[in-house]
């Protein structure tokens, strides 16, 4: 079994419906992140967190939410979707023990369609 | 805020061929690590450097962190269409940058049979 999974792997809605992307880890890392990717600009970072109470923002976090419900568990949410946020989006974990070089490992993605 | 730029964005080759790929920054880094990355799948990491000048070799892939901390590349001996996926550069370090990873923009790399 993966060791980080997502839902959905495919979504296609439509402007100003909310969506929820969920991540899933059972490696036991305390760092979650939510990545988007976009052709030619490799990962932007839109939320992490060190643990069930510590939630950040990344560079991109305008448009988005997240929710850390478990240490497996985090969710990110459009609350109002617009055709721009339409991209892949990448959960990933990290060990609180790997320190700054912060080796990361990532789910499979979700492509999101915003029309 | 730190940035990586990595070079070229895309790298179309012929099996056999050798290549390198490049990530530069005027940001020093704890680390740099490598990723590569398959269509309908997430990055996977292939190496992480960590000490200046270091190389690390990973059968047909050669790793260097430059002397200061600034830079990094991946050079590939007589490239495989296996080898044919997306290329990332990773940097980590500490500060207000702590259990964060700043991402080069990514290298396309196809090898043609």
């Known amino acids: 079994d993966a060791d980080v999974t997502q839902t959905p792997r495919n979504r296609i809605t439509k402007t100003g419906k909310r969506i929820m992307l969920e991540c899933s880890q059972t490696?036991?890392?305390?760092?979650m992140y939510w990545y988007r990717q976009d052709p030619g600009l490799g990962l932007r970072l839109i939320y992490y967190s060190f643990d069930v109470k510590d939630i950040n923002k990344g560079e991109i976090s305008d448009g988005y939410s997240v929710s850390r419900q478990a240490q497996a568990k985090f969710s990110l949410s459009l609350e109002s979707a617009i055709p721009n946020q339409t991209a892949l989006y990448f959960c990933a974990t990290s060990d609180l023990w790997a320190g700054t070089y912060n080796e990361q490992f990532f789910g499979p993605g979700t492509r999101l369609t915003v029309l | 805020t730190q940035l990586l730029e990595q070079s070229p964005q895309f790298l179309s080759i012929q099996e056999g061929e050798n290549l390198t790929v490049y990530c530069n920054s005027s940001?020093?880094?704890?680390?740099l690590q490598w990723y590569r990355q398959e269509p309908g799948e997430g990055p996977v990491l292939l190496v992480t450097?960590?000490?200046?000048?270091e190389v690390k070799k990973l059968k047909r892939l050669t790793f260097q962190f430059g002397d200061a901390r600034k830079d990094s590349s991946l050079h590939i001996t007589a490239a495989q269409p296996g080898d044919t996926g997306l290329y990332l550069c990773?940097?980590?370090?500490?500060?207000?940058?702590?259990?964060?990873?700043?991402f080069g923009q990514g290298t396309i790399l196809t090898v043609h049979p």
């Open positions: 990773a940097g980590a370090a500490g500060g207000t940058s702590y259990g964060k990873l700043t």
């Open positions: 450097v960590v000490t200046g000048g």
């Open positions: 490696k036991g890392h305390d760092r």
């Open positions: 940001s020093v880094f704890s680390s």
